[in-house]
T-cell receptor, first 111, second 111 residues
């Protein structure tokens, strides 16, 4: 079946440093979505990328979708303590809008 | 959040007993999903529904059943709970360009 891998599993940065998480799928994706989950919370939708090579920005967050539609990345510029949480990518394939989630990258930010 | 609620929020049950978790939505969305979240595994799809009485299996469906007799309710049943089913369970609805909206989760402990 489809597999979606994320690296790194965990990253600890100091506030102000940049952060990047990478997502790779074993199959071509219709689209890719990114979610953030704060500790003790539920995943919250951040963004969806649909087109090959697409780049989208949300303030300090930059999302990219690979040319082959099999990989993606999330880059955070100048992290803040409010960025703490686990970031998941999720790939959409097949029918019924099913998402296959990556294993997540946990981000810890300290002052 | 977008009219999706899960109940109960926490439950402790004994091995071998049946358990039913409830997901309720107020926005008439067609697609609903049950995921479980475990450390190191991210979110894994258990079952999903694409309409009233229309359900299908996800990647980790063994030991679980679902029912959807009304658009707004999607029930997940653990037929005979085992310790391996100790997990956090999330229900979600699909909102097309706005990704999934998740419920707050049910933390289930099987002792």
């Amino acid at each position: 079946g489809q597999q979606v891998m994320q690296i790194p599993q965990y990253q600890h940065v100091q506030e102000g440093e940049d952060f990047t998480t990478y997502c790779n799928s074993s199959t071509t994706l219709s689209n890719i979505q990114w979610y953030k989950q704060r500790p003790g919370g539920h995943p919250v939708f951040l963004i969806q990328l649909v087109k090959s090579g697409e780049v989208k920005k949300q303030k300090r967050l930059t999302f990219q979708f690979g040319e082959a539609k099999k990989n993606s990345s999330l880059h955070i510029t100048a992290t803040q303590t409010t960025d703490v949480g686990t970031y998941f990518c999720a790939g959409l394939t097949g029918t019924a809008s099913k998402l296959t989630f990556g294993t997540g990258t946990r981000l810890q930010v300290t002052l | 959040d977008a009219g999706i609620t899960q109940s109960p929020r926490h439950k402790v049950t004994e091995t071998g007993t049946p358990v039913t978790l409830r997901c309720h939505q107020t926005e008439n969305h067609r697609y609903m999903y049950w995921y479980r979240q475990d450390p190191g595994h991210g979110l894994r799809l258990i079952h999903y529904s694409y309409g009233v009485k229309d359900t299908d299996k996800g990647e980790v469906s063994d030991g679980y059943s679902v029912s959807r007799s009304k658009t707004e309710d999607f029930l997940l049943t653990l037929e005979s709970a085992t310790s391996s089913q100790t997990s956090v369970y999330f229900c979600a609805i699909s909102r097309t360009e706005h990704g999934y909206t998740f419920g707050s989760g049910t933390r289930l402990t099987v002792v």
